[in-house]
């Protein structure tokens, strides 16, 4: 991410489990998109993955649209598959949106302090939406209360778990503590402690309430906005997975990106836009979450906010 925004690079392939790609774009000024499931394909390597989703950190609206259409498209046994777009990503990004109606949020599933920038960013997002002649409106999203981080960590640890035995596997060396961090070993220690029963519950629950959501809020709305991000950047080492106390690694890492992880669950596209800059320097990103295999839609509007307020020629200070 950092060598994207210091033109070292035009675009970078990453993952996104909770946030991976979303997260990094918004620290660091660029266009960061987690496609619908299934829309990227997983395979060889990969075969089933409910959260993980492969996409790209660009500089701009149009690069990650040309990115998407390279990277797009089913390989024969993946286990989800996204329906081909009517056009190409790239021509969505080029063409006007239309008057979308956008819902407006600053929850989060967890009780998460947001910061203020955040909070700015996401209120002038929403009148620049309103300006540019969108029907925009303030949600009460269906995620708040209920008990969704407990469920979801049951699948991530099952998730970080199957990757340390899978490295097992492939490495033909025992995984043990000296082999991983000590969040990733932590991870798999708590999946350890789950029945297959727990697991196969929990990817219920998970599943009934993407439907919940999807249903309560993309019936009524277009798009929703929302933070990417509930903190300012982090220094790099603030968030430390090899401190002693992983666990309250953890609960920073839920803390700092609170919104990202809900469209892993319900398998939606969603994109991190740097339009915003904190009296810190410091880029403030917005998230914008679409209807299921709606990556059209996005590219398109993330297109407009981008042509009103221009973020790629942006360049971060070195010394």
């Known amino acids: 991410a950092a060598a994207l925004v210091t033109g070292e690079a035009d675009a970078a392939l990453g993952t996104d489990s909770g946030g991976s790609i979303r997260i990094p774009a918004a620290?660091?000024?660029?266009?960061?998109?987690?496609?619908?499931r299934g829309r990227v394909s997983l395979g060889p390597v990969l075969g089933e993955s409910l959260l993980l989703c492969d996409g790209v950190l660009t500089r701009t609206v149009g690069d990650t649209a040309a990115a998407l259409d390279a990277l797009a498209g089913y390989e024969p046994g993946d286990a989800n598959w996204a329906p081909p777009g009517q056009e190409p990503f790239f021509d969505a990004a080029r063409r006007e949106p239309g008057r979308l109606r956008v819902g407006v949020t600053l929850d989060g599933p967890l009780d998460a302090e947001l910061d203020p920038e955040s909070e700015r960013a996401v209120h002038e997002t929403a009148t620049l939406l309103g300006e540019l002649g969108h029907s925009v409106e303030e949600v009460d999203p269906p995620w708040k209360g209920g008990d969704l981080l407990s469920v979801f960590m049951k699948l991530w640890c099952v998730s970080i778990g199957s990757a340390v035995v899978q490295g097992g596997l492939v490495t033909g060396r025992e995984a043990s503590p000296e082999l991983v961090e000590p969040l990733t070993w932590w991870l798999y220690e708590q999946a350890r402690t789950l029945s297959s029963l727990d697991y196969a519950m929990a990817i219920g629950q998970l599943q009934a309430f993407a439907r919940s959501m999807v249903a309560s809020l993309w019936a009524d709305h277009d798009v929703v906005l929302l933070p990417t991000l509930a903190r300012r950047p982090l220094r790099i080492g603030e968030l430390d997975t090899c401190s002693d106390d992983p666990a309250a690694t953890f609960r920073l890492s839920?803390?700092?990106?609170?919104?990202?992880?809900?469209?892993?669950?319900?398998?939606?596209?969603a994109v991190s836009l740097p339009l915003h800059h904190g009296d810190d320097g410091l880029p403030t990103a917005v998230q914008l979450a679409g209807p299921p295999a709606g990556e059209a839609t996005l590219l398109s509007l993330a297109a407009q906010l981008e042509d009103a307020r221009p973020w790629a020629d942006r360049r971060p200070s070195l010394p």
Do not use: E, Y
Not at 254 to 269: D, E, K, M
């Open 254 to 269: 839920g803390q700092f990106t609170p919104h990202t992880a809900l469209f892993n669950v319900t398998g939606q596209p």
């Open 27 to 36: 620290c660091c000024g660029l266009v960061g998109l987690k496609p619908s």
